[in-house]
């Protein structure tokens, strides 16, 4: 079954870096658009950053500036490179992608905690 297996959150003080890796398994499908999105408790799941086959990206106007999201086709991974952290970017990250074989089958990752203290 296809999975995608995020790794490399944690723990990390104001002002520091993170990066995030998901990994696409489970399949041989292209893969379209990748993303992270994140939900911290009580809140809305929101659009951190997506990024198309072509490279075109799109982020969330909170992490604009902070954020980048990246792709590496071969690997069959997305990556999230988070620089300048700040609590409020505190929140359980979830890796999504479309697989495309005759349609769209879209896909979520279980999730990885970033916390970020004060």
């Known amino acids: 079954q296809v999975q995608l297996v995020e790794s490399g959150g944690g723990l990390v003080q104001a002002g520091g870096s993170l990066k995030l890796s998901c990994v696409v398994s489970?399949?041989?499908?292209?893969?379209?658009?990748m993303g992270w999105y994140r939900q911290a408790p009580g809140k809305q799941r929101e659009l951190v950053a997506t990024?198309?086959?072509?490279?075109?990206?799109n982020y969330g106007d909170s992490v604009k500036g902070r954020f980048t999201i990246s792709r590496d086709n071969a690997k069959r991974t997305v990556y999230l490179q988070m620089d300048s952290l700040k609590p409020e970017d505190t929140a359980v990250y979830y890796c999504?992608?479309?697989?495309?074989?005759?349609?769209?089958?879209?896909?979520w990752g279980q999730g990885t905690q970033v916390t970020v203290s004060s």
């Open positions: 999504n992608v479309d697989l495309l074989s005759v349609f769209r089958h879209n896909y």
């Open positions: 489970g399949s041989t499908s292209s893969i379209g658009t």
């Open positions: 990024i198309r086959s072509s490279g075109n990206t």
